[in-house]
């Protein structure tokens, strides 16, 4: 095989093809996305929302993640104004997956019982799955106020899927305060699990489940 670096032809196998074309196309490719504005966001939440989870919201900038979705650092400013901006859009993806699981457990047909153990087991596991990120949550909800203020109005908004999902069980709905509590209540659970103070204090992950469970059934009952 002969290479020619000056030229930028590669010789292999009596076939050539040069390395400034391979380098056009993947420009080409580059630019098409950067046509796509709803792919190149999709893309920059995405690789937020693994760093946020890995690195924590102080462990990382918005260079690092734009360069993780495979765009130039200014690429991010096109999107979102700050580092925060993204920061919350993950935060509300986080919770309509969460969501969007638990509407799919409650529509599965299975048994009353076996619904509230999915939903448990499923919650539960959406907050070990963020730890980190659901870490960064907390501790940016006491100091920022954006931050905390898109913490409670995603809590208004939980408690409304709360309650569509609810009435088309057909089941009677809680007041809102009862609802809030559950909702507080089944957070607060989860994320000592995640962080490992339950073990610390000698508390099995089974019995927050079961806790979990009876949160459920108070509700859907």
């Not at 619904?115 to 100091?143: D, G, P, Q, Y």
């Amino acid at each position: 095989m002969r290479a020619n670096y000056g030229t930028g032809i590669v010789r292999a196998g009596g076939k050539l093809r040069t390395v400034r074309s391979a380098a056009k196309q993947r420009d080409r490719g580059r630019q098409q996305r950067l046509r796509q504005p709803v792919e190149t966001r999709r893309a920059l939440i995405e690789a937020a929302a693994g760093i946020f989870n890995s690195a924590g919201y102080h462990g990382t900038d918005s260079n690092r993640i734009a360069r993780e979705a495979g765009y130039a650092p200014g690429t991010f400013y096109v999107h979102f104004p700050d580092k925060l901006a993204i920061f919350l859009e993950v935060y509300k993806n986080w919770v309509s997956d969460e969501w969007s699981s638990i509407e799919a457990i409650l529509k599965s047909g299975a048994s009353a019982r076996a619904i509230r153990r999915r939903l448990s087991h499923a919650v539960l596991e959406h907050h070990l799955t963020w730890r980190r990120f659901r870490a960064s949550l907390r501790a940016l909800s006491a100091t920022d106020a954006r931050v905390h203020a898109a913490r409670v109005a995603s809590r208004s908004r939980q408690i409304e899927i709360m309650t569509r999902l609810i009435r088309a069980r057909g089941t009677p709905v809680p007041s809102r305060a009862a609802m809030l509590a559950q909702l507080l209540i089944a957070e607060a659970l989860c994320d000592a699990v995640a962080d490992g103070d339950t073990k610390t204090l000698g508390v099995g992950e089974q019995e927050i489940i079961r806790l979990l469970d009876e949160s459920a059934r108070d509700l859907l009952s």
